[in-house]
């Protein structure tokens, strides 16, 4: 095999944005691609040469795909693996994986144990400045990673209907958690590993979302070592991540919205040294990462995000939406 033949489930913001994307991925054909909203989809499939596929069952049971790829709320991606497990197919799913450590950890086991592969859309840790500053921390160039600060920022859900699922709680507690603060969740878990407590604030201070759109975090980590989250969805973009070591420290500031890069600007200071400054350009991370989960079932490569580091990233999530509710500490056992 040296293409991988998939199908695209949801064709809303973000599916559509993978179905053009995987267009430029010589390793991937989107074979088939299917939504619950007909008129959501049918034509931009046609438009591209693309079957059409009246529901999810219809896509699961074509011999004509290796792997489905999961644009879809929040609250079916659990289930929408387990059916795909059960039917053989690998899965490309958009974060977050789920919802609780229970289904992250059914998901992982129901594809790990019919040796299929699971990717994740988490596009940042394949961002130049980031995979760059990832291999610093691991170098030990800034010492040992004291405390992380990031902020993922954004007002595209201002004006959206209200009853649209990302308002939901069921689909997305702790309002902006899911959105925007779940991928410096990854960026944290990259550098730090499991948790060990979880402290989070919810407000909804400018009134427009129905369900918080302002969430501040602070994580604390089994080996050491701190995460403040901000992750705010009434305010314009903005898109920063710095880590602090015993030695040095990095700062990355995103130019733009990883839908449309622009490019980053990256600091980094050492003790003793004097401060460095490079400016990447523009670069399609939402691809890399789709090509390298197609590379972990063609070629075996490995997929940069490990199991246990996504299972790590959702019990803080359930850890963020509990602390949130109760106003208290939560302790990761
Ligand atoms: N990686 C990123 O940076 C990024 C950015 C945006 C969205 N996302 C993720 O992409 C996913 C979709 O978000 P979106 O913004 O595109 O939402 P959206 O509301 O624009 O689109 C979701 C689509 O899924 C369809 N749908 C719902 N249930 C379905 C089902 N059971 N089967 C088939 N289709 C179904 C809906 O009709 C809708 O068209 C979410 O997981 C979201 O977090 C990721």
């Avoid at 695209?8 to 991925?25: E, R």
């Avoid at 988490?122 to 992380?148: N, Y």
């Avoid at 007002?155 to 702790?174: I, T, V, Y």
């Avoid at 590379?295 to 359930?318: C, F, K, Q, R």
Wanted: aromatic fraction near 6%.
């Amino acid at each position: 095999m040296n293409q991988l033949r998939v199908g695209v489930v949801g064709l809303g913001w973000w599916g559509k944005l993978i179905v053009d994307q995987l267009s430029q991925c010589p390793s991937v054909v989107v074979v088939v691609a299917t939504d619950l909203a007909a008129e959501q989809g049918k034509g931009f499939v046609a438009e591209r040469g693309i079957d059409w596929a009246e529901s999810y069952d219809s896509v699961l049971a074509l011999e004509t795909i290796d792997a489905v790829i999961l644009c879809t709320p929040h609250a079916a991606h659990s289930a929408q693996i387990l059916q795909a497990a059960k039917k053989g197919k690998h899965v490309f799913c958009e974060k977050p994986l789920a919802l609780s450590t229970q289904e992250a950890h059914l998901s992982i086991e129901a594809m790990k144990s019919r040796g299929l592969k699971l990717g994740l859309g988490h596009e940042k840790r394949f961002e130049p400045p980031i995979v760059k500053a990832l291999a610093i921390i691991r170098d030990g160039e800034i010492g040992t990673p004291l405390q992380m600060e990031a902020n993922f920022n954004q007002d595209k859900f201002l004006g959206m209907s209200q009853d649209n699922w990302r308002f939901e709680e069921r689909n997305a507690p702790a309002g902006p958690l899911t959105a925007t603060g779940i991928h410096l969740i990854d960026l944290a878990v990259a550098v730090f590993g499991r948790a060990k407590a979880v402290t989070a604030a919810l407000g909804r201070f400018s009134g427009e979302l129905r369900n918080g759109d302002t969430l501040g975090v602070l994580v604390e980590f089994a080996e050491g070592g701190h995460a403040l989250i901000s992750a705010i969805l009434a305010t314009p973009f903005s898109g920063r991540f710095a880590v602090y070591g015993s030695s040095g420290w990095i700062d990355i500031r995103d130019n733009a919205h990883p839908e449309n890069p622009k490019g980053w600007t990256m600091r980094i200071a050492r003790r003793g040294a004097a401060e460095e400054s490079i400016s990447f350009s523009s670069h399609p991370s939402v691809r890399d990462n789709l090509e390298a989960f197609a590379a972990s079932i063609l070629t075996g490569a490995i997929y940069p995000i490990p199991t246990d580091e996504m299972a790590a990233n959702v019990a803080i999530l359930e850890a963020v939406v509990q602390s949130t509710r109760s106003g208290l500490r939560v302790s990761l056992a």
